[in-house]
């Protein structure tokens, strides 16, 4: 009996640590509107505030000067573009909703790669947000990258079925695990999942401690379901921070971006045509001045790192 009294212990700690880390999390999970977040930070041209409040003047003069005159309105969507995307550089700052105006006034500007480059970094932000997914597929159809879109690859699951043995079992396991904690987190907000993981995590330890210090006879089939529901509470949350740190994910920005076999320019090219602006790709590693990419659909190639800008 008296053994169990340290682990206990052990545990309370570990509660009273793992409370405040989730609070923090749910504190910065919260998408509040760009404006309270812009810290001001004096710089040579200014404070980021005023810099965020330029681009939301530069954009309301867009959307009137789009009734008129739409060339000097894409100049100043992209303008306001520009200046959200240097409050959001000399600040640090990572929000959903900043983002989103980025990519919404680059999508408007015409800079479709742009677009996608912030829809993407607004949708790892908050992946439930349905104006940023559609905004996403609307840009993406606009640079005719749909059908190679990351996340769309019909050609790889084809492959992954083919697979057989072990290595077909852990692929085909690890799609599955993938989907379904994309699904559970679309479905579901993190701080939803973060909030039940932390609850029946206790709820679990509580019981269990009761149980083994006979002062309440605990069910064990409740213990089990407990433990089921910290697992698939947790495990989404698991699998896409491993996901994210397994893959480093980039957006084609330049045009005319030839791939080839190989990292330098003597090296035949890869594919036909040049990649289209806009392609969502992942990196696989780099030499040099090049990266090497993979499509969705398998394929890979060598091109230089200034044509891309990681998501």
């Known amino acids: 009996m008296k053994k169990i009294w340290p682990i206990i212990v052990c545990r309370i700690r570990y509660l009273l640590h793992v409370i405040p880390i989730v609070a923090l999390a749910l504190g910065s999970q919260v998408q509040g509107a760009p404006e309270t977040t812009v810290v001001p930070l004096k710089t040579g041209s200014g404070s980021i505030k005023e810099l965020f409040e330029s681009g939301n003047a530069k954009f309301r003069a867009g959307l009137e000067l789009a009734k008129s005159d739409r060339e000097a309105a894409d100049a100043k969507f992209g303008?306001?573009?520009?200046?959200?995307?240097?409050?959001?550089?000399?600040?640090?700052?990572?929000?959903?909703?900043?983002?989103?105006?980025?990519?919404?006034?680059?999508?408007?500007?015409?800079?479709?790669?742009?677009?996608?480059?912030?829809?993407?970094?607004?949708?790892?932000?908050?992946?439930?947000?349905?104006?940023?997914?559609?905004?996403?597929?609307?840009?993406?159809?606009?640079?005719?990258?749909?059908?190679?879109?990351?996340?769309?690859?019909?050609?790889?699951?084809?492959?992954?079925?083919?697979?057989?043995?072990?290595?077909?079992?852990?692929?085909?396991?690890?799609?599955?695990?993938?989907?379904?904690?994309?699904?559970?987190?679309?479905?579901?907000?993190?701080?939803?999942?973060?909030?039940?993981?932390?609850?029946?995590?206790?709820?679990?330890?509580?019981?269990?401690?009761?149980?083994?210090?006979?002062?309440?006879?605990?069910?064990?089939?409740?213990?089990?379901?407990?433990?089921?529901?910290?697992?698939?509470?947790?495990g989404p949350l698991a699998v896409r921070e491993i996901q994210a740190g397994r893959r480093t994910e980039a957006v084609v920005l330049a045009s005319n971006v030839i791939a080839r076999n190989g990292p330098a320019e003597l090296y035949d090219p890869a594919f036909q045509e040049p990649l289209r602006p806009g392609l969502e790709v992942e990196i696989t590693q780099r030499r040099g001045s090049w990266a090497q990419i993979r499509l969705r659909d398998g394929r890979s190639a060598w091109v230089r790192s200034d044509s891309l800008e990681n998501i």
């Open 79 to 234: 303008e306001a573009a520009g200046a959200w995307r240097e409050v959001a550089r000399m600040g640090g700052i990572r929000n959903a909703k900043l983002e989103t105006n980025i990519a919404n006034a680059s999508l408007l500007a015409g800079d479709v790669p742009g677009a996608i480059l912030a829809y993407r970094r607004a949708l790892q932000i908050n992946p439930t947000d349905s104006a940023i997914q559609s905004g996403l597929a609307a840009a993406r159809r606009s640079a005719g990258t749909e059908a190679l879109a990351l996340g769309n690859s019909a050609k790889a699951k084809e492959e992954a079925g083919r697979s057989g043995g072990l290595r077909g079992t852990i692929d085909a396991l690890g799609a599955v695990l993938q989907r379904a904690s994309q699904w559970a987190t679309n479905a579901v907000a993190t701080r939803t999942l973060l909030v039940a993981g932390v609850m029946f995590y206790a709820a679990f330890f509580i019981g269990a401690s009761l149980r083994i210090l006979g002062w309440l006879r605990f069910s064990g089939y409740a213990l089990a379901a407990l433990a089921v529901c910290t697992v698939l509470a947790f």
